[in-house]
């Protein structure tokens, strides 16, 4: 048995994702945070 230890970057590409979005001031307003198998996680910023 031939045991091959890979480091593989890209294998693991999709486990975490995230998207922002921006108002106009350039300023992040909305989060949305996906983990594979599990539902997405979606947060809003406030300033005050």
């Known amino acids: ?3 091959e230890y890979k480091n593989c970057t890209s294998c693991y590409s999709e486990v975490l994702k ?3 979005e921006y108002d106009a001031q350039n300023y992040p307003i ?3 945070e996906s983990h594979y198998g ?3 996680v979606v947060y809003n910023y ?3």
Request: aromatic share 14%; net charge positive.
């Open 1 to 3: 048995m031939v045991l």
């Open 18 to 20: 995230r998207t922002y």
């Open 30 to 32: 909305k989060m949305e």
């Open 46 to 48: 406030e300033y005050k």
């Open 38 to 40: 599990n539902p997405v």
